[in-house]
């Protein structure tokens, strides 16, 4: 019989279950969560709407274990990508057992913040734990402020502060969230911390390459996928790199082709250390015009 990972044997008030991570666009729901897990399961960058994937990390403890789900940031949509992804954050809390609600520390609650309580948790009636995070570039003025104001705002179970940076108060959530869940076995196998696809974290690997020093527009146009991998004593993994408009490709490209290489050098190590093994980088930059609209290519990308 092959041997799964999962115990046979838990306690009986061994705990269990999923939590959703909610929050506005670049609020620190990803760096967070993978402080949590004790590896990079989600890519994270200062622009706002980097997370495109609901992506899954597992926490595990002697008594309980967390499967949390990371995901994109709640926003009004602009394009069909924008309504897809909001429509993958319903989806993600659908059957969860509890809600972390995300709002930075420097930032005061505003409308997006407001619409979230109203439009996810008021409206799913799912319950919900507050976490404020950034702590670390926030003064003691303002992150007491911003506990008071969550506290106004909603009837969460706890309200935590956080700085994922340092690490600060992160293990105390984990044990707060561990006491929410419901009894139940292990969902995963006790050395699993993702359910990612390996080619889905090569490519967000590649795009958070990407995506560091490029203009404010570009981040969005910019799309990538895992065309195919070469298993060879050095793996060759051929990628596409889809931007919207021909002017756009040079910018990825660089002067003799100097920033494509630098985005293959700085996604390269990372994604060795995904894979355990030496890989070489095959990219390619093509035109996909208006992809964030067109439903055949958004099919295609997975989205």
Request: charged share 25%.
């Given at each position: 019989?092959?041997?799964?990972?999962?115990?046979?044997?838990?306690?009986?008030?061994?705990?269990?279950?999923?939590?959703?991570?909610?929050?506005?666009?670049?609020?620190?729901?990803?760096?967070?969560?993978?402080?949590?897990?004790?590896?990079?399961?989600?890519?994270?960058?200062?622009?706002?709407?980097?997370?495109?994937?609901?992506?899954r990390g597992i926490v595990h403890r002697p008594g309980f274990q967390l499967v949390l789900v990371d995901t994109p940031g709640i926003h009004r949509p602009r394009t069909l990508l924008g309504q897809r992804l909001n429509d993958r954050v319903e989806e993600a809390q659908?059957?969860?057992?509890?809600?972390?609600?995300?709002?930075?520390?420097?930032?005061?609650?505003?409308?997006?913040?407001?619409?979230?309580?109203?439009?996810?948790?008021?409206?799913?009636?799912?319950?919900?734990?507050?976490?404020?995070?950034?702590?670390?570039?926030?003064?003691?003025?303002?992150?007491?402020?911003?506990?008071?104001?969550?506290?106004?705002?909603?009837?969460?179970?706890?309200?935590?502060?956080?700085?994922?940076v340092q690490g600060k108060q992160v293990e105390l959530l984990i044990d707060l969230l561990g006491g929410l869940m419901p009894l139940s076995p292990p969902l995963y196998p006790a050395g699993q911390d993702s359910d990612e696809d390996d080619e889905v974290m090569i490519?967000?690997?590649?795009?958070?390459?990407?995506?560091?020093?490029?203009?404010?527009?570009?981040?969005?146009?910019?799309?990538?996928?895992?065309?195919?991998?070469?298993?060879?004593?050095?793996?060759?993994?051929?990628?596409?790199?889809?931007?919207?408009?021909?002017?756009?490709?040079?910018?990825?490209?660089?002067?003799?082709?100097?920033?494509?290489?630098?985005?293959?050098?700085?996604?390269?190590?990372?994604?060795?250390?995904?894979?355990?093994?030496?890989?070489?980088?095959?990219?390619?930059?093509?035109?996909?015009?208006?992809?964030?609209?067109?439903?055949?290519?958004?099919?295609?990308?997975?989205?």
């Amino acid at each position: 019989m092959q041997d799964t990972g999962l115990l046979t044997e838990w306690p009986e008030d061994f705990r269990a279950g999923f939590v959703a991570v909610l929050g506005r666009p670049n609020v620190g729901k990803s760096t967070l969560i993978n402080e949590m897990v004790g590896r990079k399961i989600a890519i994270t960058s200062a622009r706002p709407e980097t997370t495109r994937h609901v992506a899954r990390g597992i926490v595990h403890r002697p008594g309980f274990q967390l499967v949390l789900v990371d995901t994109p940031g709640i926003h009004r949509p602009r394009t069909l990508l924008g309504q897809r992804l909001n429509d993958r954050v319903e989806e993600a809390q659908a059957d969860v057992d509890l809600l972390v609600f995300c709002v930075p520390a420097d930032q005061e609650i505003g409308p997006g913040d407001r619409r979230i309580v109203e439009k996810q948790l008021r409206a799913n009636r799912i319950p919900a734990l507050a976490v404020v995070t950034k702590t670390d570039v926030a003064t003691p003025n303002q992150i007491a402020a911003q506990l008071l104001a969550l506290n106004e705002l909603y009837d969460f179970r706890e309200i935590v502060p956080v700085s994922a940076v340092q690490g600060k108060q992160v293990e105390l959530l984990i044990d707060l969230l561990g006491g929410l869940m419901p009894l139940s076995p292990p969902l995963y196998p006790a050395g699993q911390d993702s359910d990612e696809d390996d080619e889905v974290m090569i490519a967000e690997l590649i795009r958070e390459a990407a995506l560091e020093g490029l203009g404010q527009e570009l981040p969005h146009s910019l799309a990538v996928q895992v065309e195919e991998i070469i298993r060879d004593k050095t793996w060759r993994i051929v990628v596409n790199l889809f931007v919207e408009r021909d002017s756009q490709k040079s910018i990825i490209i660089g002067r003799k082709g100097g920033r494509l290489k630098e985005i293959g050098m700085r996604a390269r190590p990372q994604i060795e250390a995904l894979l355990n093994r030496h890989v070489y980088l095959d990219l390619h930059v093509r035109t996909a015009k208006d992809w964030q609209k067109d439903p055949k290519m958004l099919n295609r990308l997975g989205f």
